[in-house]
């Protein structure tokens, strides 16, 4: 009987054996499913998260992109700006140069005359009388010339003043521009470091 009751062990013992086995089929089924549902769960998750990173990441290069156009158009104006405050000032200075170059050219013809009028004096009195009056003259065609040649300086500084401030104005519209752009970026900059956190 004992080889019959060992038989009946041994078939028991496989039997449970198989029955243990079948049960570790089960469990490392069932592990392997939720492994699989965690790995898509965190894949999603993981795609998700470069998905928002991607789109908030394009977004602020987006934004660099536009910003760096508004500030070379600005750099533009700017340099537009001061090319013609240059042309403003350049003009000025020829206005004021050729007033001046006019006030010569009239006391030079002045002196001219005058020194024929001293060529033609044939007394001692004749000749006192007309270096006054050519010393008179002389004098009054200063004070006219420097004052013609000071009211035009004043129009064109006015004038220049004017037309500098109005140019100047836009690069001060535009300097604000560049300021909130920049602080923009560095709260597009702040967004992305909290998602990388």
Same mark, same amino acid.
């Given at each position: ?6 038989? /009946?062990?041994?078939?028991?013992? @496989? ?19 939720? +492994? ?9 998750l993981?795609? #998700?998260? /470069? ?7 394009? #977004? ?17 104006? *700017?340099?537009? @700006?001061m ?13 004021i ?12 013809? =002045? ?7 001293l060529?033609?004096?044939?007394? @001692?009195?004749?000749l ?5 009056g050519? +010393? ?8 006219? #010339? *420097?004052?013609?040649?000071?009211? @035009?300086?004043?129009? /064109?500084?006015?004038?220049?003043? =004017? ?10 519209? #535009? +300097? ?6 920049g602080? *923009? ?13």
């Open positions: 009987m004992r080889s019959e009751e060992m038989a /009946v062990n041994s078939e028991g013992a @496989v039997n449970i054996t198989e029955a243990e086995q079948r049960r570790m089929i089960e469990a490392s089924k069932e592990t392997l499913d939720s +492994l699989k549902k965690a790995d898509a769960a965190a894949a999603g993981a795609a #998700g998260i /470069v998905e928002q990173s991607s789109a908030q990441f394009g #977004g602020m290069l987006e934004f660099s992109l536009r910003a760096s156009e508004q500030a070379t158009k600005q750099v533009a104006r *700017n340099m537009d @700006v090319m013609k405050c240059g042309s403003i000032l350049t003009e000025g200075w020829q206005t140069f050729q007033e001046w170059l006019l006030t010569s050219r009239a006391t030079a013809q =002045k002196n001219m005359s005058a020194f024929e009028e060529m033609r004096c044939r007394s @001692v009195d004749s006192l009388s007309c270096q006054s050519i +010393l008179r003259n002389g004098i009054e065609t200063l004070h006219h #010339g *420097n004052l013609r040649i000071s009211e @035009v300086s004043t129009k /064109v500084a006015g004038d220049t003043v =004017k037309q500098i401030s109005a140019l100047t104005c836009s690069i001060g519209a #535009g +300097l604000n521009l560049t300021d909130e752009t602080e *923009n970026l560095r709260k597009a900059g702040a967004a992305m470091s909290k998602i990388e956190d």
